[in-house]
């Protein structure tokens, strides 16, 4: 229904954006890759895709036409819903997954919170071939310089993907100590993922 939208960045957090198109302000939840993307922006074009439900109509966007076309691939996989695409977009790249299932690594999937073997596999059987016959997007992402708020900012993001705060919390504290040096709100959330698929 929606390509892209594009406009100003009205809100802005690690798990979803309000971007202000026409005067209309959209709600669009977004993986942790596409934050990284646009943290420096005020304006930004997002690629869209709308999900229908019966009790919801949810807008997740994308920085690049690569991310969306990956999610959804992801979503028409058995057992993978939208918010498990979130996260293995927020977890891995476009590339690093690609590169899972074309060499048909279900051990590395199975980092992602909530991605089983059988649902890694089925991953694997349903996209290879898929992606085998894409172009990878080697469009450059740059890492931009984040507040002082990182560690809220994590947590933030984190509950609303649909972990146990007390856990979130845990798995930040544990990150920071073992990364003192961490200065990204992605790079705090991508160690802290892996504690909690762990």
Same mark, same amino acid.
């Given at each position: 229904?929606? #390509? ?11 798990? &979803?954006? !309000?971007?202000?198109? $026409?005067? +209309?302000?959209?709600?669009? $939840?977004?993986?942790?890759? !596409?934050?990284?993307? +646009? ?5 930004? !074009? ?18 690049? @036409? ?18 498990? *695409? ?18 048909? @690594? ?8 909530? +991605?089983?073997?059988?649902? *890694? ?7 290879? /071939? ?8 080697? *469009? ?13 900012? *994590? ?7 649909? &972990? /146990? ?7 930040? $504290? @544990?990150?920071?100590?073992? $990364? ?11 160690? #802290? ?6």
């Amino acid at each position: 229904m929606y #390509a892209y939208l594009k406009g100003e960045i009205t809100f802005k957090s690690p798990a &979803f954006i !309000t971007l202000e198109a $026409n005067g +209309i302000g959209f709600h669009v $939840n977004i993986p942790l890759s !596409t934050y990284t993307a +646009i943290a420096g922006l005020e304006r930004a !074009t997002i690629y869209t895709h709308l999900i229908v439900r019966e009790d919801a109509h949810t807008l997740f966007g994308f920085a690049t @036409q690569a991310e969306r076309s990956l999610f959804v691939q992801l979503i028409g996989v058995t057992g993978v819903g939208a918010t498990t *695409a979130q996260l293995i977009l927020s977890s891995m790249s476009v590339d690093e997954v690609r590169a899972a299932v074309l060499g048909e @690594q279900a051990h590395v999937l199975q980092r992602v919170k909530g +991605i089983g073997a059988k649902t *890694a596999k089925q991953i694997i059987l349903d996209l290879k /071939n898929k992606l085998a016959k894409e172009t990878p997007d080697a *469009a450059a992402v740059l890492l931009p310089t984040i507040d002082d708020s990182v560690r809220e900012e *994590a947590l933030s993001a984190l509950i609303s993907l649909g &972990f /146990n705060r007390i856990a979130v919390q845990k798995a930040l $504290n @544990q990150a920071m100590k073992d $990364n003192p040096s961490l200065s990204k709100v992605e790079d705090l959330i991508k160690m #802290a993922l892996k504690s909690l698929a762990g």
